[in-house]
């Protein structure tokens, strides 16, 4: 996703966000200020997904509340994460040729897992409305890099006149733009791949939508960093870069309940 495209969405939410005011003010069937809604629940878990502006991911978290404004949660992402400097291309001298990257020389993902705080700003009424509240942490993130497989032209012939297709990992020392036929599959390169241990920091904004006080529905907008020490590399001709920084929204679905 491009980040005109990622401003684009966040101007769209916020929009939605300023207009819900308005809205509720015509909801003819509020609902009551019922016991299960004045409980101080203790414990919560959420499920999202993750669109930031270098890839996708899913999230996980599950804590406890500290305090009437302070929340602690375990979290665990797994997230895909793409070069701004990437972009799709076919070779136009093959026919049916695939849609490949050039100069990609990983596929990179991120597993995380650490701790974020939530810290209620406002609190919604009974009959509804939005809940706001910062949130902040971060932990321990690797990097997992598998390497880039494509499918390269072959003349076995040694005339030019027989050829052969097979994968191989890519290296702009030996393959030009005319030797590639497309990419391969995703499944190539598994047994190659390497780890890359780092940190990562988090902060945003969450904001929590519905009636029930046992439900949870939120979104959630923010930026994040990761920061390999050992670098990893997405691009050939950026190789090892330390810090992947980006910007995202999630959306959340869960439940609270207490544990004693």
């Not at 241990?197 to 904001?207: R, S, V």
């Not at 001709?237 to 309940?257: D, E, M, W």
Request: with cysteine; charged share 20%; proline share 4%.
């Amino acid at each position: 996703m491009s980040m005109k495209r990622f401003k684009n969405i966040l101007i769209l939410f916020l929009l939605c966000l300023t207009s819900m005011p308005v809205f509720s003010q015509f909801d003819t069937n509020p609902v009551e200020d019922t016991l299960e809604n004045m409980i101080l629940y203790n414990r919560q878990k959420t499920y999202g997904v993750i669109l930031h502006n270098l890839g996708l991911g899913i999230n996980y978290r599950s804590g406890k509340r500290l305090s009437i404004f302070n929340t602690r949660m375990f979290e665990l992402e797994f997230a895909y994460m793409k070069s701004y400097k990437q972009v799709k291309m076919v070779n136009p001298y093959v026919i049916n040729s695939k849609r490949y990257v050039y100069g990609k020389s990983n596929d990179v993902f991120f597993l995380r897992g650490g701790f974020v705080w939530k810290k209620l700003l406002n609190r919604k009424p009974y009959w509804g409305g939005v809940e706001l509240r910062v949130i902040y942490g971060g932990g321990i993130s690797i990097g997992i890099a598998k390497p880039y497989y494509l499918y390269i032209i072959k003349d076995i012939s040694g005339s030019g006149y027989k050829f052969t297709i097979i994968p191989e990992r890519y290296d702009p020392t030996k393959h030009s733009n005319t030797d590639i036929f497309g990419r391969a599959p995703f499944s190539k390169g598994f047994n190659e791949i390497s780890i890359h241990p780092g940190l990562q920091l988090k902060g945003g904004l969450n904001f929590e939508f519905g009636t029930q006080n046992t439900k949870i529905k939120s979104v959630e907008i923010g930026a994040a960093i990761d920061i390999l020490p050992t670098g990893m590399t997405i691009m050939y001709y950026s190789a090892n870069q330390i810090v992947f920084p980006t910007f995202y929204i999630s959306i959340s679905l869960g439940k609270r309940f207490n544990r004693y």
